[in-house]
Every structure is written in structure tokens, then in C-alpha cells.
């Protein structure tokens, strides 16, 4: 039952607001499996158009990537459109779920109306989010070019300079929000997460290039052995070609196997860490059901190891970029070095001048760890050691390691928990949509009650188990190393969204072709 007037949350008073924002309406009826598709394509097509609509006034000469190292994950395309990518969205997420975990925001999210509400705060939460990450890094990092203010001039004597700034500030906005109305049509009116099919789209890119770009290393020097092509097989085919078995022996394989870009044994690791997900996704608990009125109608309701899906690790990476974005501007830009406690504190994180990978503090210990040169080459050999050009002792080194595999690991479980409580997930939701479909487990009483008792068995230590998982593997993954810089956590996620994205498609045909399976699925 809704709540009266004077118990509902504080935030139905944002109601005027955001009932006017720009949103995507829901389907009336059915959406054809057809129909669905088709906005997936055109979503996607839309997505990569934007990657490559590069912002309109900046200096090239004077842009630094804050999200460089996580680009992949965040699904975006560094100084475009997309620049911000995800990032807003998820960190808008982490938000309201840390808040309504914490029952500082006093919701039901079970009351249609209280849900309702909580999902239009979550978009102005967004949009906040967008302007909160937008504005450091254009007035930081993101210097508009003489030309482009000298125009601005015109308009704005005295203040083109500011007005530029502004402008692309414009544009990273428009540009994220076209991104979250372009997640609410696809999870509207196609099949699954908008979110989940732009970090598939953009890893997959990623590990394409990654394997096979044929141009050379260095783009203004010539392809030649010292410059081979970028790519993991044309530059492992090239240096077999061109370099003779003394040469091979003497440095040559550890630069096909070992040295950067895209070394042999990153490319292995890719296809490592897919084959060993694609197991875990596969492995689940199948609680048997049966059907009440229908004798003899018997079925499984499964629960995946995976069963928080991808998105603790989603939002694990979006909060570490957040914590290396900040981290960084409050250490080099002008406007937060003053600040108290926070600014150019090297405690909390420093960089080396023009870097974008922290040097060390608390900012270097929970960047994420990029193969096998980062951290296990260096510890074994004092050549790669010294090649890291960070001045790291081995123990700072297996520091690192321990503390950012312990912080996925933990971070993970906490989103995941966060995660099923609020998409209805949980033993009591999952009790009335298994009894709501006229199914029940043989042996016990058709009651939500006892059904959610068997339940609560299984969900609350599979999401556990299920969030450890993903930040392990995640965090394994990074160990290891990938083609493309899509990093482990990209290739994790993109491999399980893929894997879901085809169940997904699976059920949707069922679906089409069997209408009463609709109910039990959750579908319209």
C-alpha cells in the first residue's frame, strides 16, 4: 500500500522537475522481437557515430584524458562526443543505491509510485553527474583552441576564452545525455542494458585493433623491425619475416611475447579470460519447479554463479575512475590545489607532469594494474623494474597488486547486494514472480512465504559468491593483460554481456513463439 502523505520521501518534492526532463516513453503494448532488434542496430550505429564526432573548439596540443586508463570500460571515445561516456550514469547509479542502502533515501521500491520517483531522481542525479565531471576536466584539462576563442570574441568581447569553455562543456553535456536517452531505448524498446551493449561495442573494437592493426607502432616513422605494426598477429607475422633466428633469440621473442603494444601473451590472456567466463557463466543452481494446475508441467528456475550479472564490476570501475579523476585535479589544477586537507596532497594521490596514471598515494594503489608488465615482470627482473619509470620497490609493487585485487574483490560484493535488493532480485520478489507464473517446488506448500524461506538458502550466498567472482576475475584479468588496452575488466564485462545479451535474445524469441511464457519472464 502507498504511503500516506506525511511518510513519503522528501524527494517526491523533486517531482515537478523531473517529471519535465527529456525521457524515453515505455511501449504501450508488446514490442516484436523484430522491432527490438532493429533499435539495437540503430542504437549501435548511433553509438559509433558519436565515438568518432570529435568536440568542436579544442586544442589538440592542449587536452589531457583524465579517464585514459579506463576508457574501455567506461564505453567511451576519448575527446568526442562520447568523452564522458558511461561514466555519469553509472556513477548517478552508485549514488542513489549507496543512499537508499544506507536508508537515507526512504523509498519502497516495491510502490509503483515510490519507484517512479526514485528513477526520475536518479536522472536528475545523472545530469548533475554529467555538468559534476564535464566542468573540471574542460576548465582543467580541455583547453579550447586560440582560434575557437578568438571567434568567440566576437559575440562575447573580452570573454571569448570563457565562452568557448562553455561551449564544449555544451557539447559533453548534450552529448551524455543523448547517451542515457540512448540507454532508455534500449532497454525500453530493445533487449537488455544500453549501458552493457556500449562497453561490449567499444571492448570489442578495442580487442580488434588491438589483434590486428597493420599500421606501424610509431605512425611518423616508417614500418620497419624497430617500428613493427601495432597490431598483436601483423606485428608477431612481420618480426618473423624480417628479423633472422639470431635475431629472434636475441631479444625478439621477448618483443613478440612480452614488450608493449600488444604483446603475444596479452592476446593469449584475452583468450583465456573468455574461455574461463564463459564457464562461469554457464555454472549455476537449477531449483526444480513444477506446476501447480497443470500435472506433469515441471520446469527449473536457475541460479547462476554470476547471478549479479557484470554490474558490480561496472560500477566498481566507474567509482575508481571517479576517485582517479578527482585525485588528479585536486593534485594539479589550480582551482583545488588550495583546498584543505585534499589539494596537492600526495598522500591522496601525484602525478608525474602530463601524466595521467598516478605516480603514487592512495590514487596509485587503487589504479588498476594494465598485464603482466606492470607488476610481474618487474618483479622478477630489475630491467622491467626500472622500465615502469614509477621508482616502485618491489614491495610497493605487491602492494599495489594486493590492495587493488582486495578493493574489486569487496567492492564487488557490496555493489552486488546493493544490486539485487533494488531490480527486484532478491528471495521475496523472486518468491512472488515464480508463484505469480503458477509454479512451485515440488514437496513444499504453494506459499510465497515457504518459497521465499528455500530462497533465502541460496540468492543471499550465491550474490555474495557472485560478486567475489566477477571483481576476482576482473581483477585477474587486469593481471594478466589484454589486447587494444581494452583491459581486463573490459574483456569481463564484454564476454558476459555478450553471453547475456544472448540469452536475452533466446528468451525473447521463446517469447515471440510461446506468448504465455511472457508472465514468468517478466516480459508485457
Given at each position: 500500500?502507498?504511503?500516506?502523505?506525511?511518510?513519503?520521501?522528501?524527494?517526491?518534492?523533486?517531482?515537478?522537475?523531473?517529471?519535465?526532463?527529456?525521457?524515453?516513453?515505455?511501449?504501450?503494448?508488446?514490442?516484436?522481437?523484430?522491432?527490438?532488434?532493429?533499435?539495437?542496430?540503430?542504437?549501435?550505429?548511433?553509438?559509433?557515430?558519436?565515438?568518432?564526432?570529435?568536440?568542436?573548439?579544442?586544442?589538440?596540443?592542449?587536452?589531457?584524458?583524465?579517464?585514459?586508463?579506463?576508457?574501455?570500460?567506461?564505453?567511451?571515445?576519448?575527446?568526442?562526443?562520447?568523452?564522458?561516456?558511461?561514466?555519469?550514469?553509472?556513477?548517478?547509479?552508485?549514488?542513489?543505491?549507496?543512499?537508499?542502502?544506507?536508508?537515507?533515501?526512504?523509498?519502497?521500491?516495491?510502490?509503483?509510485?515510490?519507484?517512479?520517483?526514485?528513477?526520475?531522481?536518479?536522472?536528475?542525479?545523472?545530469?548533475?553527474?554529467?555538468?559534476?565531471?564535464?566542468?573540471?576536466?574542460?576548465?582543467?584539462?580541455?583547453?579550447?583552441?586560440?582560434?575557437?576563442?578568438?571567434?568567440?570574441?566576437?559575440?562575447?568581447?573580452?570573454?571569448?576564452?570563457?565562452?568557448?569553455?562553455?561551449?564544449?562543456?555544451?557539447?559533453?553535456?548534450?552529448?551524455?545525455?543523448?547517451?542515457?536517452?540512448?540507454?532508455?531505448?534500449?532497454?525500453?524498446?530493445?533487449?537488455?542494458?544500453?549501458?552493457?551493449?556500449?562497453?561490449?561495442?567499444?571492448?570489442?573494437?578495442?580487442?580488434?585493433?588491438?589483434?590486428?592493426?597493420?599500421?606501424?607502432?610509431?605512425?611518423?616513422?616508417?614500418?620497419?623491425?624497430?617500428?613493427?605494426?601495432?597490431?598483436?598477429?601483423?606485428?608477431?607475422i612481420y618480426l618473423f619475416q624480417h628479423m633472422s633466428a639470431p635475431q629472434l633469440a636475441n631479444g625478439g621473442y621477448e618483443r613478440i611475447f612480452l614488450a608493449q603494444p600488444?604483446?603475444?601473451?596479452?592476446?593469449?590472456?584475452?583468450?583465456?579470460?573468455?574461455?574461463?567466463?564463459?564457464?562461469?557463466?554457464?555454472?549455476?543452481?537449477?531449483?526444480?519447479?513444477?506446476?501447480?494446475?497443470?500435472?506433469?508441467?515441471?520446469?527449473?528456475?536457475?541460479?547462476?554463479?554470476?547471478?549479479?550479472?557484470?554490474?558490480?564490476?561496472?560500477?566498481?570501475?566507474?567509482?575508481?575512475?571517479?576517485?582517479?579523476?578527482?585525485?588528479?585535479?585536486?593534485?594539479?589544477?589550480?582551482?583545488?590545489?588550495?583546498?584543505?586537507?585534499?589539494?596537492?596532497?600526495?598522500?591522496?594521490?601525484?602525478?608525474?607532469?602530463?601524466?595521467?596514471?598516478?605516480?603514487?598515494?592512495?590514487?596509485?594503489?587503487?589504479?588498476?594494474?594494465?598485464?603482466?608488465?606492470?607488476?610481474?615482470?618487474?618483479?622478477?627482473?630489475?630491467?622491467?623494474?626500472?622500465?615502469?619509470?614509477?621508482?616502485?620497490?618491489?614491495?610497493?609493487?605487491?602492494?599495489?597488486?594486493?590492495?587493488?585485487?582486495?578493493?574489486?574483490?569487496?567492492?564487488?560484493?557490496?555493489?552486488?547486494?546493493?544490486?539485487?535488493?533494488?531490480?527486484?532480485?532478491?528471495?521475496?520478489?523472486?518468491?512472488?514472480?515464480?508463484?505469480?507464473?503458477?509454479?512451485?517446488?515440488?514437496?513444499?506448500?504453494?506459499?510465497?512465504?515457504?518459497?521465499?524461506?528455500?530462497?533465502?538458502?541460496?540468492?543471499?550466498?550465491?550474490?555474495?559468491?557472485?560478486?567475489?567472482?566477477?571483481?576476482?576475475?576482473?581483477?585477474?584479468?587486469?593481471?594478466?593483460?589484454?589486447?587494444?588496452?581494452?583491459?581486463?575488466?573490459?574483456?569481463?564485462?564484454?564476454?558476459?554481456?555478450?553471453?547475456?545479451?544472448?540469452?536475452?535474445?533466446?528468451?525473447?524469441?521463446?517469447?515471440?513463439?510461446?506468448?504465455?511464457?511472457?508472465?514468468?519472464?517478466?516480459?508485457?
Amino acid at each position: 500500500m502507498a504511503e500516506s502523505d506525511e511518510q513519503k520521501s522528501m524527494l517526491y518534492k523533486l517531482k515537478p522537475v523531473t517529471d519535465r526532463l527529456p525521457a524515453v516513453t515505455r511501449p504501450e503494448g508488446h514490442v516484436h522481437f523484430r522491432t527490438k532488434m532493429m533499435w539495437i542496430v540503430l542504437i549501435l550505429v548511433l553509438y559509433f557515430a558519436m565515438t568518432n564526432v570529435v568536440i568542436y573548439g579544442l586544442d589538440a596540443s592542449q587536452r589531457i584524458d583524465l579517464f585514459a586508463q579506463y576508457r574501455a570500460i567506461l564505453a567511451g571515445a576519448q575527446f568526442s562526443l562520447m568523452h564522458l561516456g558511461i561514466g555519469p550514469i553509472v556513477t548517478g547509479s552508485i549514488i542513489m543505491q549507496l543512499f537508499t542502502g544506507a536508508k537515507i533515501i526512504k523509498l519502497n521500491l516495491k510502490d509503483e509510485d515510490d519507484k517512479a520517483v526514485y528513477q526520475g531522481t536518479q536522472k536528475l542525479m545523472v545530469i548533475i553527474m554529467i555538468v559534476v565531471e564535464a566542468v573540471p576536466q574542460v576548465y582543467g584539462f580541455m583547453e579550447p583552441s586560440a582560434k575557437f576563442s578568438l571567434g568567440m570574441n566576437s559575440l562575447l568581447p573580452g570573454n571569448g576564452a570563457g565562452l568557448a569553455k562553455l561551449l564544449i562543456v555544451a557539447q559533453l553535456i548534450v552529448g551524455s545525455y543523448l547517451v542515457f536517452l540512448m540507454d532508455e531505448v534500449v532497454s525500453k524498446w530493445g533487449i537488455g542494458s544500453g549501458i552493457s551493449l556500449f562497453i561490449a561495442a567499444g571492448v570489442a573494437q578495442a580487442i580488434f585493433t588491438g589483434s590486428l592493426n597493420w599500421h606501424p607502432a610509431d605512425s611518423a616513422l616508417p614500418i620497419s623491425a624497430s617500428n613493427a605494426p601495432a597490431g598483436t598477429l601483423p606485428k608477431t607475422i612481420y618480426l618473423f619475416q624480417h628479423m633472422s633466428a639470431p635475431q629472434l633469440a636475441n631479444g625478439g621473442y621477448e618483443r613478440i611475447f612480452l614488450a608493449q603494444p600488444n604483446p603475444m601473451v596479452a592476446l593469449i590472456g584475452t583468450i583465456v579470460i573468455f574461455l574461463f567466463v564463459c564457464y562461469t557463466e554457464s555454472s549455476r543452481i537449477e531449483l526444480p519447479l513444477a506446476h501447480g494446475g497443470a500435472r506433469g508441467a515441471r520446469g527449473r528456475y536457475p541460479i547462476k554463479l554470476i547471478y549479479a550479472s557484470n554490474i558490480p564490476v561496472i560500477l566498481m570501475a566507474a567509482l575508481l575512475a571517479n576517485v582517479s579523476m578527482f585525485s588528479m585535479l585536486f593534485f594539479n589544477h589550480p582551482s583545488f590545489e588550495n583546498v584543505p586537507l585534499l589539494g596537492h596532497n600526495t598522500l591522496l594521490g601525484y602525478y608525474d607532469a602530463g601524466a595521467t596514471r598516478p605516480s603514487g598515494g592512495l590514487a596509485y594503489y587503487l589504479s588498476n594494474v594494465n598485464g603482466v608488465g606492470e607488476w610481474l615482470l618487474p618483479l622478477l627482473s630489475n630491467q622491467y623494474l626500472g622500465a615502469t619509470g614509477l621508482d616502485k620497490s618491489r614491495l610497493q609493487i605487491g602492494i599495489h597488486v594486493i590492495v587493488y585485487v582486495s578493493v574489486m574483490i569487496i567492492g564487488s560484493i557490496l555493489f552486488a547486494k546493493f544490486w539485487i535488493e533494488t531490480t527486484n532480485m532478491g528471495p521475496e520478489a523472486v518468491a512472488k514472480q515464480i508463484e505469480s507464473s503458477g509454479m512451485q517446488i515440488p514437496g513444499f506448500r504453494r506459499d510465497p512465504r515457504v518459497l521465499k524461506r528455500v530462497l533465502e538458502r541460496y540468492i543471499p550466498v550465491v550474490t555474495v559468491i557472485s560478486g567475489a567472482t566477477v571483481g576476482a576475475l576482473a581483477a585477474g584479468a587486469d593481471l594478466i593483460g589484454t589486447v587494444g588496452n581494452a583491459s581486463g575488466t573490459g574483456v569481463l564485462l564484454s564476454v558476459g554481456i555478450m553471453i547475456q545479451l544472448y540469452d536475452a535474445i533466446g528468451r525473447e524469441q521463446m517469447m515471440e513463439m510461446h506468448p504465455v511464457l511472457r508472465g514468468f519472464f517478466g516480459g508485457e
